[in-house]
Structures are given as C-alpha cells and as structure tokens.
C-alpha cells in the first residue's frame, strides 16, 4: 500500500469516526481501531495508539457546543476524572504487556456490548430529590439551560461511579476508545445525572481520558504521524458535520444500523483473538 | 462563581478550543500539502522519546519544511488541549478560593502529566 493512498483511508476512517460517533454516540475509537487492524494491517498498538488521538479530536471538537449551557458539570467530571485519568495511566503503562490476541478479544466484547445496548429501549433515571452526603459535601449538584429556563438537579451514588470510572479509563488507554459508553452509564444510572449533562459530561471526560495515555503511546513510537495526522482532520471534520446532521438524521434507526454493522465487525475482531 | 467571572471562564473556554482546533487543522493541512508538494510516497519516521524531545524536532523539521513534522505538531496541539483546558478551570476555581477543586484539578493534571511524560521508549 502506498503512503498516498494510507493518508486517504486514514482521513476517511476519520471522517467516518467523527461523523457516525456524533450522530450515533458510539464514539470514533471504536471505528478507527477495526479499520486500522483490519484494512490497514496496523499493530494492535499503534492503531490504539492513533484512536487515543482521534478521541482526544471528537472531544475537543465537540466540546465548543456545550460552553455555557451548564450541561457540563465541571465539578463532577474533575471528581471522576481522578479515577478515569488513573485506570488511563494503568492501562497505558500494561497495555505492551498484554497479547494483541487478548486485546482483540476485550475489544470484540466491548464492541458487541456497545451494539447490543444500541438495540435495548432508553429508559432515563429519575431524577434525585436531595443528594447524598458526600455528593453534598463536594458540591456536585448542578443546574441546566433548557430554553430560557435553568433546570436544577442532585446527585447520588458517587463512589460506585468512581469505581466504574477506573475501569473506564483503564478501557480507554487498552482499547484507544472513549469509554463515554460506560462513563455515560455510570453519570446516567447510578448518580442519577440529567442524561444530557451525562453525555456532556462524558464528553469533556474522554478527551482528558484519552490524553492521559495518548502521550504515553506517542513517547513510546506508537503512533506514525503519517496515520494519526489524517485520523485528526478527519474526526474534526466528521465531528463538525456529525454535530449539525444530528437534527435532520433519524439518529435511532442510524444508530440501529450501524449497530448490525459493528456486530459483523466484533466477529472480525474476536476471531482474529481466537485464530493466531 | 460571579456572573461576570463565570462569563470571563466561558469566553477563555473557547477561545482556548476554537484556537487549538484552528492550529492543529492548519499544520496537519499544511502537512499534507507538503505531502503532496513531494509526490506523496514517503514513509517519514515515528517520532518517539520525550514530548520535549518530539516538539523540538517537530519544530526543527517546520522550519525545513518536512511534512511530519507539521503533522507531528499537529497531533501536539491537539494532545495538549484538554491539558490546557483543565489548567483554565484550575485557575478559574482559584480565583474564586475553591481549594478542593483546585487540589482535585491540580491530582488530575499530575496524573495527566505523568501520563505525558512516563512513555519513552
């Protein structure tokens, strides 16, 4: 393959990556990494290596939306992302000493885990009347703009959710994804978060996850500029686009379709886990 | 925080991220172009070593034109945003003497940090 025609397909994964992770929220990682080992023939690593940093772009270029509508609970993603940043760096200090193979494998379950959800009925948490002691101590409640209104809100549960967020990070550094699955669903049913300050939440968190271990991959020669340059413009690119389709798109039923499609695509994954 | 703090944290905000978007967009355009410009069939290296170490050679590389090297700050730039971002909001809670949230930012970017710059080869 020439070097021209690995920029194309890095741009276009990018591009793919942004987009499709800001119509359907199943993040760039987890399709830039398939293409990568898959069409690329990339390392295991490497490829991980280049997702962290088009995580770290899907973070950032999304991020400009969110400013000052309060959706963004700047105190609880701090809190968590003490734990989120810690399984980052755990997980990019073992990740060259776990086998490709099993690398393959946790990144097939965790791409079948996020299409199977794809297909389960949203039920939202009701909200929390009070919050709990320590979420009171540390000040998490927040507030939201919807409309010319401010929607007040509590917060519960947060030690478990920091357990969750270690785990999280730790996934993000192993995988080059964002974790925003797990991270979401930690805001959303466990602190009893308004979903919406979850998902922006999540959203300024993954960015951080990802630059936690990025560096450590970029130290380490994991990631060739000729790959993660193109995989940056285009996630910003298809994040940007992404972000101003998601009114006009059925995001359910694309969300749904794609699902099928990243099922196919963790059979790949997990094969190439079990086949030396 | 006061209207007019929390207004000032919200404008530096983005500002911080329109300006990291708009540089790492322009060195990994200019980057390509210089692809381009040299016929597109080139593997350059992988940089490795400190972060130090890759931005000044990245830096020595742009000012030779070397298109990796533009691509190579463009990947900096980008890494070191939520950096940067998570510094703005350290400073915001210190302007207003919350010290907790300044002691959790400030573990936060140690952790970062460390993340940064524990990978040398």
Redesign the interface.
């Known amino acids: 393959m020439t070097p021209l025609v690995i920029v194309l397909i890095a741009l276009v994964g990018g591009f793919l990556g942004g987009i499709i992770g800001a119509l359907t929220g199943l993040g760039g990682g987890i399709i830039v990494v398939p293409l990568l080992t898959l069409v690329l023939h990339m390392p295991i690593t490497e490829a991980v290596g280049v997702s962290l940093f088009g995580v770290i772009a899907i973070s950032v270029g999304a991020a400009p939306r969110f400013v000052g509508t309060g959706l963004t609970n700047l105190r609880v993603a701090l809190f968590l992302q003490m734990a989120a940043s810690a399984g980052a760096l755990v997980g990019a200090l073992v990740s060259h000493d776990i086998p490709a193979r099993a690398l393959f494998l946790i990144f097939g379950l965790v791409m079948l885990y996020n299409a199977v959800t794809s297909f389960l009925p949203s039920r939202r948490s009701e909200g929390l009347k009070a919050s709990s002691p320590l979420a009171q101590r540390l000040k998490l409640a927040g507030r939201y703009q919807e409309g010319d209104d401010w929607v007040e809100y509590q917060v519960g549960s947060v030690l478990p959710a920091f357990g969750i967020m270690l785990g999280a990070g730790m996934l993000s550094a192993l995988l080059g994804i964002g974790s925003g699955v797990f991270k979401v669903l930690a805001m959303d049913k466990l602190m009893r978060l308004p979903f919406k300050v979850s998902t922006a939440t999540s959203n300024f968190m993954i960015g951080i996850t990802a630059a936690t271990s990025a560096g450590y991959y970029l130290s380490h020669g994991d990631v060739p500029p000729l790959v993660a340059a193109p995989v940056v413009l285009g996630t910003l690119g298809g994040a940007y686009l992404g972000g101003h389709w998601m009114k006009l798109l059925p995001v359910v039923t694309l969300r749904r379709v794609f699902a099928v499609v990243l099922m196919a695509v963790a059979c790949e994954m997990l094969y190439k886990g079990f086949v030396p | 925080m006061s209207e007019k703090l929390e207004a000032q944290r919200?404008l530096i905000?983005?500002w911080i991220?329109?300006a990291?978007?708009g540089l790492?967009?322009l060195f990994?355009?200019v980057?390509?172009e210089l692809?381009a410009i040299r016929g597109?069939?080139?593997?350059?290296k992988?940089?490795?070593?400190?972060?130090l170490e890759?931005a000044a050679d990245s830096w020595q590389g742009m000012l030779g034109l070397r298109p990796?090297a533009?691509?190579?700050a463009?990947?900096l730039v980008?890494?070191?945003?939520?950096?940067v971002?998570?510094a703005a909001?350290v400073v915001a809670s210190m302007r207003v003497r919350d010290w907790?949230?300044v002691s959790?930012?400030v573990?936060?970017m140690s952790?970062?940090a460390?993340?940064?710059?524990?990978?040398?080869?």
């Open positions: 919200r905000t983005v991220l329109r990291s978007i790492a967009v990994v355009v980057g390509l692809f597109g069939a080139y593997f350059p992988t940089p490795s070593g400190s972060l890759i990796s533009w691509f190579d463009g990947i980008i890494l070191l945003t939520p950096l971002r998570l909001g907790a949230y959790i930012g573990v936060v952790l970062v460390i993340g940064l710059f524990a990978g040398r080869a």
